[in-house]
């Protein structure tokens, strides 16, 4: 009996084996200690007919592979993907609509607010499904403003104040990335009085005006360093660090680093409003299903199983960035509790680009161009957004 016991439950093994779904899960982290086997582990536990693969693929091919692997073959059934590539990826027909699976998903009600506005499709669909985020805000140094008497900024106008006082010695009061990406930095002064990239709405008179305080700051009251022009990530993130700079605008996966260095002698706030409004960007990560998957229903146990709290927790532990649940982020010990708290504030006025091709020459070439041109005096703020605006008509 004991002997026909064992064989049965070998071939009923056997059988399971045989007929379990295959999900392959593309993503990439960069940090050595990846929790994903775990997850994997865990979530196969709990779904015996449903088997994870999952491949960890270097970021800077990431894109690359999977374009060839979604047009020749070999595709993932799903994958991390970011808002950049949403458009293409629609456009090819590779991505799954998801909107029906989310409404009736029981995690919903505790995804943050705002999130799946912001990784909507660019046809109104949902095809994304938010797995982590960042949202910037403002930086500051606490004992510098004590010191002199100031209050965090929270207005432009207070903002290019504070800046004027605290630029002092060798210390400026404002760190602008006036190289590559600083577009995000520049948007909190130029779209927070609702200028948008699109034909006519660029070049508005409160676009124009937050520029030119950009400007002004650098070339009147020289609060931000002569560096401006050319700094990026490295260098502003290096100067507040070391004390060159008293405020800059950058997200939460900074804030440890920033931390070591200081202590508690840096915190931060949301952006100030300029223009009667604030803005700031939204940077995302969200999981996708691909048209092309074989078991769809599968795919996306998968990737709604990443999103519930406490695996969505033990996720972005390897990427230094946010969960995306509401019970979530309260149980947060990844970062420092002030800087959720400026994020989580942040997040109710974040914003992301239009999906376009013009938006990808925008944020890769076209901004940093027209600013250094603005910057150095060689066009008006005027022009510069006359400029950018130009390749959206």
């Not at 865990?42 to 088997?51: D, Q």
């Not at 022009?229 to 660090?241: H, L, S, Y």
């Not at 990560?285 to 999103?307: N, P, Q, R, V, Y």
Request: proline share 6%; aromatic share 10%; net charge negative.
């Amino acid at each position: 009996m004991t002997r026909l016991l064992a064989t049965a439950c070998a071939l009923a093994l056997g059988l399971t084996a045989a007929n379990a779904q295959t999900v392959r899960f593309w993503y990439h982290f960069d940090n050595p200690e990846n929790p994903m086997q775990g997850l994997v582990d865990k979530f196969e536990a709990a779904n015996p007919g449903i088997e994870i693969e999952a491949e960890n693929i270097p970021w800077n091919s990431y894109y690359d592979q999977l374009y060839t692997a979604l047009v020749g073959g070999g595709a993932p059934d799903a994958a991390m993907v970011k808002l950049f590539a949403q458009p293409r990826l629609v456009e090819m027909g590779a991505l799954e609509p998801i909107g029906d699976r989310i409404d009736a998903w029981d995690g919903k009600a505790n995804l943050l607010d705002n999130l799946l506005e912001l990784n909507a499709g660019p046809d109104g669909q949902r095809y994304y499904l938010p797995i982590q985020y960042v949202v910037l805000y403002l930086y500051y140094r606490p004992d510098l403003f004590q010191a002199a008497g100031l209050e965090p900024p929270k207005t432009c106008e207070d903002l290019r104040a504070a800046a004027k006082t605290l630029t002092t010695g060798d210390t400026y009061g404002f760190g602008f990335r006036g190289g590559k990406g600083g577009w995000d930095q520049w948007g909190a002064f130029a779209l927070a009085s609702g200028a948008e990239l699109a034909p006519g709405r660029l070049a508005t008179p409160g676009a124009i005006a937050g520029t030119q305080m950009i400007v002004d700051m650098f070339r009147e009251d020289k609060s931000i360093p002569p560096s401006a022009p050319n700094d990026g990530f490295q260098e502003i993130i290096g100067a507040f660090k070391s004390g060159k700079t008293a405020m800059t605008i950058h997200h939460i996966g900074s804030s440890n680093d920033l931390v070591a260095a200081l202590g508690d002698k840096v915190s931060a706030v949301p952006v100030p409003s300029c223009g009667g409004g604030q803005w700031t960007s939204y940077g995302d990560e969200s999981l996708a299903i691909f048209a092309g998957a074989e078991d769809k229903d599968a795919a996306w146990k998968w990737i709604s199983f990443l999103a519930e709290p406490e695996n969505n927790n033990e996720f972005v532990k390897a990427t230094n960035q946010l969960p995306v649940t509401k019970s979530g982020s309260e149980n947060w010990t990844g970062h420092e509790k002030r800087f959720v708290d400026a994020t989580l504030a942040s997040l109710p006025f974040a914003h992301v680009l239009p999906q376009t091709s013009a938006t990808a020459n925008f944020v890769n070439t076209e901004w940093q161009t027209q600013m250094q041109l603005a910057l150095t005096g060689e066009i008006s703020a005027e022009e510069m957004l006359e400029n950018l605006e130009a390749p959206f008509e």
